[in-house]
């Protein structure tokens, strides 16, 4: 379930609450999505420590992503190329 832009477009700020195949919840993270020209960049963060990221593409109103989840970084070290947009 994804809560907070409601914009046509994809790019913006998103809370995403994840739950398993039964109903319970597992966790609940913050989704920011960026467009590049051709492309989305997305960043997910938990407790504002960068936990994913990926690539998105737009096609017929859905947007399309791969991703990779890694050990915790915190936001502006040198883990990940990829920095918090709210610092």
């Known amino acids: 379930m ?6 046509l477009s994809f790019d913006g700020s998103y809370t995403i609450t994840y739950f ?3 109903g319970a919840l597992l966790t609940v993270l913050n989704l920011v999505i960026i467009k ?3 492309h989305y960049d997305l960043s997910w963060f938990k407790d504002d420590v ?5 690539i998105g593409l737009e096609s017929a109103n859905a947007l399309s992503a791969g991703f990779m989840m890694f050990n915790a970084c915190r936001p502006n070290t040198s883990c990940l190329a ?3 947009p709210h610092a």
Do not use: E, F, Y
Not at 2 to 7: D, K, R, W
């Open 20 to 22: 398993d195949a039964h």
């Open 36 to 38: 590049r020209k051709h």
């Open 2 to 7: 994804a809560t907070g832009n409601n914009q």
């Open 50 to 54: 960068l936990v994913s990221v990926g």
């Open 82 to 84: 990829v920095s918090h």
